[in-house]
């Protein structure tokens, strides 16, 4: 089988690897660059725990080949805090414990961070149907909801 | 397994057509990538048609939009022109998975993957949307949608042709379309029953043209040509409405499964066509 040259942006790093055609972008994150923060859950798009943006688009990284991702701009959990700072959604996770084994935490945090890029003053219903891709089997939703609520109040008051 | 991105169409179509085994068109992704980790299909050829100039575009055309085979779900919700024409389309496609999901899946590839349950082909059919079949030697026809999906999995599409774009036409003055489905929960599930249903009013408020179209109660999208005539020439009265109801009922053709029973399938079905026929004409009146 012969190996796909891939040349793409992740994180707003050039990168470059290569990878077998069959290969996802998640597998391809994981094993070939390291970023094992992408979590593979279910491998079949339902779980959201390698949610991942895909040139400004939220999906699954489990669902995307390695090859797609080639002249594409990826972002993935591991470029979500600044330099030496966290994300003012990570913050709030762990200020209101909207976490329990961690699996879900970064697809969650992604698919949040995309939500409020989207609409910086969402209600609990718009939250809940966002975030509807993401399963969290500790069954912790209702603080994860309300730090996303309460993380999009903060940023409309900065 | 072999992956190409090919420039043009000419070439996808080209690729496609010479490959002595299996090969699979890639636009979104989500069916694909989860019957390749299941097993479940084996290509020898994986075509990704996103590279392809104008297949991630949605253009004005004769009045209505012609969607191109890339076009995710997330796009389509967002473009007004479309959202005000096909509001039922809008919200069949919408259907379809979870943010994430939408941010891939296609309607062209929810036809394609032919499931009897596909959300938004009875709203496509309903509409009367027409989807252009690109052929190898660059030859094109455009076939209407319910021609496509012609049983659970299986589509007419010939070696080497793709669909690679759905035309909407343009809505006629006082039009209205919806799409119901019934999951046994609120978000992200597969049809248990979908009824799509779009109309046109004249001025007085009464049905001229109706087409009326259920999902997932036969190994195809139905269209049920006694539900149209049920509301053709009423003004969608109580009585009309219940006449559909029964004919969209009896012409329901479903299978007992864990999702639901014969019996249970056929009484939604008329309860669906009946609300969305409800809701297609407020929102012809609405587009007065």
Redesign the interface.
Known sequence: ?SL?HVTTTVNGDATEFLCD??E?LLDALRDRLGLTGSKEGC????C?AC?VM?DG????S????A??A?GREVETIEGMAGTGELHPLQTKFLELGALQCGICTPGFLV?AK??LDENPDPDETEVR??????LCRCTGYDKIIRAVLETAADLREE | MRYEAPRTLADATGMLASCQGTARVLAGGTDLLVALRSGLVEPELVVDIKRIPGMADIVAEDGGWRVGAAVPGAALGHHDGVCRAWPGVVEAVELIGSTQIQGRATMVGNLCNASPAADSVPAMMAAGALARIAGPDGTERDVPVGDVAIGPGVTSLAPGELVASIFLPETPARSGDAYLRLIPRTEMDIAVVGAAVSLTLDEGGCCTAAKVVLGAVGPRALVVEDGAAAILGTTLDDEALAALERVASAAARPIDDKRGTVPYRRKVAGVLARRAAHIASRRAGEKS
């Not at chain 1, 688009?57 to 699954?60: A, E, T, Y």
């Not at chain 1, 149907?129 to 993401?134: E, H, V």
Request: proline fraction near 0%.
């Open positions: 089988m796909q055609a069959a996802t491998a079949s798009g339902d959201g949610s895909l688009r939220l999906v699954c489990c669902l995307v080949l090859a797609e080639d698919a995309a939500l149907y966002w975030l509807a891709g993401n």
